[in-house]
């Protein structure tokens, strides 16, 4: 089943769109959440939860801001994130919910505007650099993958991808002026 | 934890949470996180550039190199993942170390002969197993990923591919010359179209499991292994370059002739024939003009592309009658670098016996030898090779149609000398013409032009048909010919 044809089903709210889009994108979902959560079950859960919400907010798909597969990867990698932060406050306060929304600390407009403005700037500073570069930034700070990981996916040895990742940071911190510290 | 350390670590969160908000990454970004995308198209294009060969300049050695090298850092990436991709790496390697051998062969001389004979025929034939095999295991292995990740395990555009490899290896095999002219050319055209076409079918089917494959760590970078194969295929061209690029040759300083030698450059020299050519002629050659009744002396010059200039001088001599049928004359070929070229690869020379002209002329045993002057010493040395060769053609195409020839005639192959001035020779024979017709000999002189000639052809080789294109930036042939009434 196309992907054109798994988003028709899942707008119809037809039970079959979620399985098809189970069994097509998993392991898309499955290679997102890897880096970001370490337990075995953890990664599992977190494919559920990804699964669902996709269920729950496919009305909130644009297809004219990006593609399935982008707005797919933005959704499964933050619902990793989220869950990683619960573990990690769960691990501090010894209390994990699963179905409670992480309190988010209130974000004032004026900071919303800068971190908006943060971001633009560091995506400017990014798409300056070359597109090898610009390949392991994403996969680094995007993904969070580690570094074995990105070597063994680009074919450098993990002390070059290391190497390259120092270079990529150095001109960063160049670009960016102390932007981000 | 140092505080560079540290800093680094900050900047890293600060890059991360920058980026944390719930807009979309850009396309690039999605595409970027890709465990074997990268792996999966190397292998494919690689299999293309192995398959697809065009006999065009030297894309038939560039483009399947280039594929080696795609197919194993391909394979190397995705062996981890299951036997059959780390079997398909095995046979990935088999197949580079013959490839590489193989342009390394062609780099020696009559390193093409070698390649279609005995051993090296035989691991041709190795080469094609292993290649069905890899492309075989490649299907297995995509098919063993599929099931695992819950997709539908059948994998025809992978089957096709090995079906294609299949049918062109039992091709190859069976009617490794076959010629099938146009119609060939057709069906081999559309056989690439489908190998394409299972190409980028079998790439469709790699994409739905591209997310669920591991790719392996790596000790050695792609980069860093891809240098190191190729600087070991260049210091093979490089070494064989050096030690092959000539013919041996032994040249030996010029001995004093006999007084019977004397007389006959005395007797020669009344008919006309110049002394710088008599001075070049052997004691047997002066010996077997003794006696000539007349002598017709041409003379032309040729200039060389790599600056040099060439003189040729052909003399006929109408020798007294010995009572046999037809007309007895004997014949002189000399050439002489009366300008010295650039390049001193390997030269030839080579009489054109056949194409309907006086066929019915005898020719005898051939003599002559090569000279030149070195330090104030003349040296002699015979050819490389002097006498008749059969000069048989291969496969002549630009894709598949062929012909072939196959003719005996006299050829002279040599290396000229390196530092030597006034490099010259000659050739002579005698030769019998019917009565009431003409002398028309007609020859070519090979010259190697360019230094860098690959795969390795001598400028005798370069007189054969050859399914390989050198084109005529290697060697220049120049013409030359000795015509009169005997």
Same mark, same amino acid.
């Given at each position: 089943?196309?992907?054109?044809?798994?988003?028709?089903?899942?707008?119809?709210?037809?039970?079959?769109?979620?399985?098809?889009?189970?069994?097509?994108?998993?392991?898309?979902?499955?290679?997102?959440?890897?880096?970001?959560?370490?337990?075995?079950?953890?990664?599992?859960?977190?494919?559920?939860?990804?699964?669902?919400?996709?269920?729950?907010?496919?009305?909130?798909?644009?297809?004219?801001?990006?593609?399935?597969?982008?707005?797919?990867?933005?959704?499964?990698?933050?619902?990793?994130?989220?869950?990683?932060?619960?573990?990690?406050?769960?691990?501090?306060?010894?209390?994990?919910?699963?179905?409670?929304?992480?309190?988010?600390?209130?974000?004032?407009?004026?900071?919303?505007?800068?971190?908006?403005?943060?971001?633009?700037?560091?995506?400017?500073?990014?798409?300056?650099?070359?597109?090898?570069?610009?390949?392991?930034?994403?996969?680094?700070?995007?993904?969070?993958?580690?570094?074995?990981?990105?070597?063994?996916?680009?074919?450098?040895?993990?002390?070059?991808?290391?190497?390259?990742?120092?270079?990529?940071?150095?001109?960063?911190?160049?670009?960016?002026?102390?932007?981000?510290? | 934890?140092?505080?560079?350390?540290? $800093?680094?670590? #900050?900047?890293?969160?600060?890059?991360? @949470?920058?980026? !944390?908000?719930?807009? &979309?990454?850009?396309?690039? =970004? *999605?595409?970027?996180?890709?465990?074997?995308?990268?792996?999966?198209?190397?292998?494919?294009?690689?299999?293309?550039?192995?398959?697809?060969?065009?006999?065009?300049?030297?894309?038939?050695?560039?483009?399947?190199?280039?594929?080696?090298?795609?197919?194993?850092?391909?394979?190397?990436?995705?062996?981890?993942?299951?036997?059959?991709?780390?079997?398909?790496?095995?046979?990935?390697?088999?197949?580079?170390?013959?490839?590489?051998?193989?342009?390394?062969?062609?780099?020696?001389?009559?390193?093409?002969?070698?390649?279609?004979?005995?051993?090296?025929?035989?691991?041709?034939?190795?080469?094609?197993?292993?290649?069905?095999?890899?492309?075989?295991?490649?299907?297995?292995?995509?098919? $063993?990923?599929? #099931?695992?990740?819950?997709?539908?395990? @059948?994998?025809? !555009?992978?089957?096709? &591919?090995?079906?294609?490899? =299949? *049918?062109?290896?039992?091709?190859?095999?069976?009617?490794?010359?076959?010629?099938?002219?146009?119609?060939?050319?057709?069906?081999?055209?559309?056989?690439?179209?489908?190998?394409?076409?299972?190409?980028?079918?079998?790439?469709?089917?790699?994409?739905?499991?591209?997310?669920?494959?591991?790719?392996?760590?790596?000790?050695?970078?792609?980069?860093?292994?891809?240098?190191?194969?190729?600087?070991?295929?260049?210091?093979?061209?490089?070494?064989?370059?050096?030690?092959?690029?000539?013919?041996?040759?032994?040249?030996?300083?010029?001995?004093?002739?006999?007084?019977?030698?004397?007389?006959?450059?005395?007797?020669?020299?009344?008919?006309?024939?110049?002394?710088?050519?008599?001075?070049?002629?052997?004691?047997?050659?002066?010996?077997?003009?003794?006696?000539?009744?007349?002598?017709?002396?041409?003379?032309?010059?040729?200039?060389?592309?790599?600056?040099?200039?060439?003189?040729?001088?052909?003399?006929?001599?109408?020798?007294?009658?010995?009572?046999?049928?037809?007309?007895?004359?004997?014949?002189?070929?000399?050439?002489?670098?009366?300008?010295?070229?650039?390049?001193?690869?390997?030269?030839?020379?080579?009489?054109?016996?056949?194409?309907?002209?006086?066929?019915?002329?005898?020719?005898?045993?051939?003599?002559?030898?090569?000279?030149?002057?070195?330090?104030?010493?003349?040296?002699?040395?015979?050819?490389?090779?002097?006498?008749?060769?059969?000069?048989?053609?291969?496969?002549?195409?630009?894709?598949?149609?062929?012909?072939?020839?196959?003719?005996?005639?006299?050829?002279?192959?040599?290396?000229?000398?390196?530092?030597?001035?006034?490099?010259?020779?000659?050739?002579?024979?005698?030769?019998?013409?019917?009565?009431?017709?003409?002398?028309?000999?007609?020859?070519?002189?090979?010259?190697?032009?360019?230094?860098?000639?690959?795969?390795?052809?001598?400028?005798?080789?370069?007189?054969?048909?050859?399914?390989?294109?050198?084109?005529?930036?290697?060697?220049?042939?120049?013409?030359?010919?000795?015509?009169?009434?005997?």
């Amino acid at each position: 089943m196309d992907e054109r044809e798994i988003i028709r089903l899942l707008l119809a709210r037809d039970e079959a769109g979620a399985e098809a889009l189970s069994r097509r994108f998993s392991p898309l979902m499955r290679y997102i959440i890897a880096p970001i959560l370490s337990d075995a079950r953890d990664r599992e859960e977190c494919l559920n939860d990804a699964l669902l919400l996709v269920w729950q907010k496919i009305d909130a798909y644009d297809e004219g801001r990006g593609s399935f597969t982008a707005w797919l990867t933005a959704l499964t990698r933050n619902a990793a994130l989220t869950r990683a932060r619960k573990l990690r406050r769960a691990a501090e306060t010894s209390d994990f919910s699963e179905t409670e929304e992480e309190a988010l600390p209130e974000t004032a407009p004026e900071e919303a505007v800068l971190a908006a403005e943060r971001r633009r700037i560091l995506l400017d500073a990014v798409a300056s650099l070359p597109k090898s570069e610009r390949d392991l930034f994403w996969r680094k700070y995007y993904y969070c993958q580690p570094t074995e990981q990105i070597a063994a996916e680009v074919g450098l040895t993990v002390r070059a991808a290391e190497g390259r990742l120092y270079r990529i940071r150095k001109k960063l911190r160049k670009r960016l002026g102390g932007e981000l510290e | 934890m140092t505080d560079r350390n540290r $800093a680094d670590e #900050r900047f890293d969160e600060a890059l991360i @949470s920058s980026l !944390a908000d719930e807009s &979309l990454p850009p396309e690039e =970004a *999605v595409r970027a996180a890709n465990p074997s995308r990268r792996a999966v198209r190397c292998v494919l294009i690689g299999l293309s550039l192995c398959g697809i060969t065009l006999k065009i300049g030297w894309l038939p050695y560039l483009l399947p190199a280039a594929g080696h090298l795609l197919s194993l850092l391909g394979l190397r990436a995705l062996s981890r993942e299951n036997g059959w991709f780390g079997t398909a790496y095995g046979c990935a390697w088999g197949r580079a170390a013959y490839f590489w051998s193989w342009l390394i062969l062609l780099n020696l001389p009559g390193g093409a002969e070698t390649a279609e004979t005995g051993l090296w025929k035989a691991l041709s034939v190795v080469y094609g197993v292993l290649l069905l095999i890899e492309v075989f295991a490649l299907g297995r292995g995509l098919s $063993a990923v599929r #099931r695992a990740s819950g997709l539908d395990a @059948s994998v025809p !555009a992978a089957l096709g &591919l090995f079906v294609w490899h =299949a *049918v062109v290896f039992v091709l190859a095999v069976i009617a490794p010359n076959f010629t099938g002219g146009t119609l060939l050319v057709v069906l081999f055209l559309g056989s690439y179209v489908m190998l394409l076409r299972a190409l980028f079918s079998a790439a469709a089917e790699f994409e739905e499991a591209e997310y669920a494959i591991r790719t392996a760590p790596v000790r050695v970078s792609d980069r860093s292994l891809a240098a190191a194969m190729l600087i070991v295929l260049a210091a093979g061209l490089t070494v064989t370059g050096i030690l092959c690029a000539r013919l041996p040759m032994n040249w030996q300083p010029l001995t004093a002739r006999s007084p019977e030698a004397e007389d006959a450059v005395r007797e020669l020299e009344d008919l006309g024939i110049p002394q710088t050519v008599l001075d070049d002629l052997t004691e047997d050659d002066l010996l077997a003009c003794r006696g000539a009744e007349r002598a017709v002396v041409k003379v032309s010059e040729e200039e060389s592309p790599d600056g040099g200039v060439i003189r040729f001088t052909n003399i006929g001599l109408r020798m007294p009658e010995d009572g046999g049928e037809g007309i007895s004359c004997r014949v002189i070929l000399r050439f002489e670098w009366i300008e010295a070229p650039r390049v001193r690869g390997t030269d030839c020379i080579h009489l054109w016996e056949r194409g309907g002209r006086d066929e019915d002329c005898i020719r005898g045993e051939v003599g002559g030898r090569l000279l030149v002057d070195r330090d104030g010493t003349t040296y002699s040395a015979d050819y490389a090779f002097l006498g008749r060769q059969l000069l048989s053609g291969g496969v002549t195409s630009f894709f598949f149609s062929s012909f072939t020839e196959e003719a005996a005639e006299i050829v002279g192959e040599f290396s000229p000398d390196r530092q030597g001035r006034r490099m010259r020779g000659y050739v002579s024979y005698a030769l019998t013409v019917p009565e009431g017709r003409n002398v028309s000999e007609w020859y070519n002189y090979t010259h190697q032009i360019s230094r860098f000639v690959y795969p390795r052809t001598t400028a005798l080789s370069h007189q054969r048909p050859s399914s390989a294109w050198v084109g005529d930036r290697t060697f220049r042939s120049f013409y030359s010919a000795l015509q009169f009434t005997p």
